[in-house]
């Protein structure tokens, strides 16, 4: 269906206003004159209902950009339980484009063109595409969204503490509003070192609880055959750098080396009584790149996971050759968490990565462009997917008895189906696609639909949470803000990481694969002051300080 033109009569009065957009010349002219229309008798802003459904006096359609998980398995946006039900009580279709790759790459393409926008964008923008090209976005500022965005506006102000201050942007506007689960409980764990317990049975040993039992564990995988096919293939510890839950520095925790995720940037520093202390210059880090070593030396580690591709690594897992990794889940018939291990001289001060209640919210999710000639009508439509749990949940999960259970006391529960469709092989494959995911409206608390703790089954939502109550007392106590940053600093600091993380990298590998010898680590102090890793440091306790 082709878009609605309209010509609307710009009056210089209060009832037509200029919202601004970055630091553009030019501005959207958005009209806000409001009108009774004859025919209802309804309050209307040209074809638009201020209040109540449907939004649009005629079916009107906006063109969507929008990220394509590649769990997505569908052939036609009809798919999306959410999407005809949001055409059929507002009037608004959405026209979607996919992109499955490279969406920010896609997107400052379009910008630096200034032509061919979207005329909204429903995706993950990073922070930087964003910041570098509000000439192009349409400003909420908050009389908009609390008169045109009542449901979502209410919502945030309730489970926030900043309120709306949570959306705005460096320079204090609003250009995007959040998708997905504000704070996740699954999530707050994130990757989990797992280890295989029928391996363990194999070789007669119980779970690690120790570095130093981790080892033993460890050489018996390599000796004893414990996957029984009588080669010599078994890999007792893998990682892949190319993974973002199987990095190697998900098994630093017992060196007090934990960030809120396994991301390397993120292990760089910890975070104690407010001061950033710096890691890569530590001991600690010294002592857990010789255990690394220790390991690899005698083939107890996988050393090729610094090169090699996802595909590679799972491929090796589904093999039947690894005993230990780090993941998100894994069969609990087959894997089990391991213990936060203590390493000797770091009793007492093992960490595991994660942080309870994190924000796993996606803050960029759903962006009105400066292309789109309705852009409260676009506000109306996102406002209305808030406005009962229900709706919520079909947007993530799709319709009720597939991936939910109404409880009827307000909240759901996880559900599985008894098969899949063919072809798709977990029930994430039908979650994408029939529905958005994290992509799906803004939700809080009991709206998500939470997994049944007693079910006979134990599926991965179930495991997640029996991660995160295993670990949840060995997060971190203390972590950087999440807030908005001018982008001329997240340039400078972008310019002191880029190095920094190529050095480190480089000095990881060859550390573990080669050793490190006391010579080698004065050199390695040197460095790190040649790539400003204090000047890195003091960037971030300045950002903790908030002086910018």
């Known amino acids: 269906m082709k878009k609605m033109v309209n010509k609307w009569i710009?009056?210089?009065?209060?009832?037509?206003?200029?919202?601004?957009?970055?630091?553009?010349?030019?501005?959207?002219?958005?009209?806000?004159?409001?009108?009774?229309d004859a025919e209802t008798g309804r309050e209307v802003i040209g074809d638009m209902f201020v209040e109540g459904l449907p939004v649009m006096k005629e079916p009107y359609s906006f063109s969507v950009l929008m990220s394509r998980s590649v769990n997505d398995y569908s052939a036609s946006h009809d798919e999306k339980h959410i999407l005809p039900i949001l055409t059929e009580d507002t009037n608004i279709i959405f026209d979607i484009e996919d992109v499955t790759t490279n969406m920010n790459e896609k997107l400052n393409l379009l910008f630096a063109a200034g032509s061919g926008l979207p005329d909204i964008i429903w995706a993950q923008p990073s922070e930087s595409t964003i910041n570098n090209n509000t000439t192009f976005l349409f400003e909420f500022t908050e009389e908009i969204l609390r008169e045109y965005a009542p449901n979502l506006t209410a919502q945030i102000e309730a489970n926030i503490p900043e309120g709306l201050d949570v959306l705005k942007k460096a320079d204090g506007k609003i250009y995007s509003l959040p998708t997905g689960v504000y704070a996740e409980y699954a999530n707050s764990a994130t990757a989990v070192p797992l280890i295989r317990t029928d391996w363990l049975d194999a070789v007669g040993m119980e779970m690690p609880t120790t570095t130093d039992e981790l080892y033993e564990v460890l050489k018996a995988f390599k000796t004893q055959d414990p996957n029984g096919n009588g080669k010599d293939d078994e890999i007792p510890l893998a990682f892949c750098q190319a993974n973002w839950a199987s990095k190697q520095f998900a098994f630093a925790g017992p060196w007090g080396i934990a960030g809120r995720n396994i991301n390397d940037a993120e292990n760089y520093f910890v975070v104690k009584d407010g001061v950033v202390e710096p890691t890569l210059n530590s001991k600690a880090f010294k002592d857990y790149l010789l255990f690394l070593h220790r390991l690899a030396k005698e083939e107890l580690l996988d050393v090729e996971g610094f090169s090699l591709t996802n595909s590679q690594y799972q491929a090796r897992i589904d093999e039947g050759v690894v005993g230990m990794m780090s993941n998100w889940a894994e069969d609990p018939e087959i894997w089990a968490p391991v213990p936060v291990l203590e390493a000797p001289g770091y009793e007492g001060?093992?960490?595991?990565?994660?942080?309870?209640?994190?924000?796993?919210?996606?803050?960029?999710?759903?962006?009105?462009?400066?292309?789109?000639?309705?852009?409260?009508?676009?506000?109306?439509?996102?406002?209305?997917?808030?406005?009962?749990?229900?709706?919520?949940?079909?947007?993530?999960?799709?319709?009720?008895?597939?991936?939910?259970?109404?409880?009827?006391?307000?909240?759901?529960?996880?559900?599985?189906?008894?098969?899949?469709?063919?072809?798709?092989?977990?029930?994430?494959?039908?979650?994408?696609?029939?529905?958005?995911?994290?992509?799906?409206?803004?939700?809080?608390?009991?709206?998500?639909?939470?997994?049944?703790?007693?079910?006979?089954?134990?599926?991965?939502?179930?495991?997640?949470?029996?991660?995160?109550?295993?670990?949840?007392?060995?997060?971190?106590d203390e972590f950087l803000p999440v807030r908005p940053v001018d982008s001329n600093k997240l340039t400078e600091k972008t310019f002191l990481q880029t190095e920094l993380e190529a050095y480190i990298n480089g000095f990881i590998a060859q550390s573990v694969l080669n050793g490190l010898t006391d010579k080698q680590w004065e050199e390695h102090l040197s460095q790190l002051e040649a790539v400003q890793y204090d000047a890195w440091i003091k960037w971030n306790q300045d950002y903790l300080d908030g002086k910018f």
């Open 10 to 36: 710009f009056a210089a009065t209060i009832s037509a206003m200029l919202v601004g957009c970055g630091g553009s010349d030019e501005a959207v002219k958005v009209n806000f004159e409001k009108t009774i």
């Open 349 to 476: 001060q093992g960490l595991k990565h994660g942080q309870e209640g994190l924000r796993t919210a996606n803050m960029n999710g759903f962006v009105i462009t400066t292309s789109c000639e309705e852009p409260l009508a676009a506000l109306r439509a996102w406002d209305y997917l808030h406005s009962t749990p229900e709706l919520k949940r079909i947007g993530r999960d799709g319709n009720e008895g597939l991936l939910w259970i109404d409880n009827g006391d307000g909240t759901a529960t996880v559900a599985s189906p008894e098969t899949l469709p063919d072809g798709m092989t977990s029930d994430v494959d039908l979650n994408y696609t029939i529905a958005f995911r994290g992509l799906g409206p803004l939700m809080f608390g009991d709206e998500t639909a939470k997994p049944n703790m007693n079910a006979e089954e134990i599926n991965d939502d179930i495991l997640r949470y029996q991660y995160v109550d295993f670990y949840k007392d060995y997060f971190p």
